[in-house]
Each structure stands twice: as structure tokens, then as C-alpha cells.
């Protein structure tokens, strides 16, 4: 079995579009559970303890690079500098695939008199990508997202739904029933450490988009965890960016 961790950067606000950072990204790591129980899980609550004292601490890219509530440590430049270098080592020693979908919004609704929302349609890709990842293993796959608001959980959980009645352009709804077993939403304050990897992955890919130096993660790193095709072309495969070019 395979988990597909899901998480979001950006809004997918198509009328208030936020000028500096008019993107919507939709990512997710892919990867077997035993590896995120027994090296992932175990690797980042070594890294907490031994930064912020506190395992339970959940990890969440927005407020650490701020310094934020519970990251007060992180102000003093060696701790810092630990820090980042704990996370990246985890994320480049960590086993799994990334798929991400770029929505550049301003290009989206120049395409398109209609625009679908950006998350629908990242979902939409992001699964084509998983279930094709499945195929690949020859195993069945569960989706794992972060949950937001209950009101936007539940037009999610409605989303996946309608994916699995009509299906997509590339894959029938018997594709997704038979390949995803399982749609769950999970808070932030459950921990999982699965979530807390693509949190930290997915506002750098952003970023890269939008020619902005990353001064933490190294992109390199995260870049290598893309999907990819045989002969190494990750972007269509492990990077989606749309409206295509």
C-alpha cells in the first residue's frame, strides 16, 4: 500500500487574487507507511526533541520560518542553522515521490471563461499522477489530507466523490475506486508526520515558480523527489504546471 500525503500552498481565491503570490500549488508525497512509521515519524520527533525539546510539536513551514509560537528557539542563528540542516538531511534521506500542480491563477482565468477552482482541478491531476504511481507498484493507494475548514473539508470530501462517480479525462471512475481505497481529512494537531513532510516541500516549490530565492529548504533537494519518467523529465510527471504552455 501507498499513502499519498496532500497538502496546499496559496488560496484558491480566483476574484481576490493576492499579488504577491498568485499561484496555487496542490502536492503530495507519496510513500509506503511503514517508511513514514519507522524512519520518517521516528527521524523528525528525534529532530524536535532535540531542537525544541518537545516531540509533539507539529511542524508547519508558515511559522517556523517565522519564528513563530513553539519556534522561539529558532531565533538564536546556530540552533537555526541545526535546525534546517536536520530537515533538510530528513527530506533528502526520506523515500518518496512528490507530485505537485501549479495553478498560476492570473493565466488561469485569461485561459479560461470558466475557471474551474484551482483546488478541483490540482486534485483532479494529482490523483491521475498517484493512481499512474500505483500502477507503476502494483499497489493500491490512500489519500491522506490536511484538513482546512469544515466547510471546505466537506466540499473536498465531495470533490473525491464526484471523481469517483464521473471520473476524470484519463481515468475512469473504476480507475480511482479500484486504485484508492481510502479518502481520509486529518487535522494539523494529529501529528502526522507524512503531512508535516509535504508542508515543508510545498511552499519551496512555489517559490521556485516565482523566481524567489528559498533561504531555508534546499530546492535541489526536494526537486530530485519529483516523479519522474524513464528517462528523468520530471516536469508533466512529477511537476504539473498549468494552464499549459
Do not use: W
Amino acid at each position: 500500500m501507498k499513502i499519498l500525503f496532500l497538502d496546499e500552498s496559496g488560496d484558491h481565491d480566483l476574484i481576490n487574487i493576492d499579488p504577491d503570490y498568485p499561484i496555487f500549488v496542490l502536492a503530495g508525497c507519496i510513500m509506503g507507511p511503514e517508511h513514514e512509521e519507522r524512519v520518517l515519524a521516528p527521524n523528525l520527533e528525534k529532530l524536535k526533541k532535540d531542537i525544541f525539546g518537545n516531540k509533539k510539536i507539529v511542524l508547519h513551514l508558515a511559522e517556523y520560518t517565522r519564528d513563530g509560537k513553539g519556534y522561539e528557539k529558532l531565533r538564536d542563528k546556530d540552533l537555526r542553522g541545526q535546525f534546517y540542516a536536520g530537515l533538510n538531511k530528513i527530506i533528502k534521506e526520506s523515500e518518496f515521490e512528490l507530485v505537485a500542480c501549479i495553478v498560476d491563477k492570473k493565466e488561469h482565468i485569461k485561459h479560461y471563461k470558466n475557471a474551474l477552482d484551482p483546488y478541483l482541478l490540482s486534485l483532479e491531476v494529482i490523483l491521475e499522477r498517484f493512481i499512474l504511481s500505483l500502477r507503476d507498484s502494483k499497489e493500491k493507494g490512500v489519500v491522506i489530507a490536511e484538513s482546512r475548514d469544515p466547510q471546505l473539508d466537506n466540499q473536498l470530501n465531495l470533490a473525491f466523490l464526484d471523481l469517483k462517480i464521473r471520473g476524470t479525462r484519463f481515468l475512469r471512475p473504476v480507475d480511482i475506486a479500484d486504485n484508492i481505497t481510502d479518502f481520509c481529512i486529518k487535522k494539523k494537531e494529529e501529528n502526522i508526520a507524512g503531512l508535516q513532510l509535504v508542508d515543508s516541500v510545498i511552499t519551496p516549490i512555489g517559490r521556485k515558480y516565482l523566481n524567489r530565492k528559498n533561504f531555508y529548504l534546499n530546492y535541489d533537494v526536494i526537486k530530485g523527489k519529483f516523479r519522474k519518467h524513464a528517462c528523468g523529465k520530471y516536469k508533466g510527471y512529477g511537476l504539473i504546471i498549468l494552464p499549459r504552455k
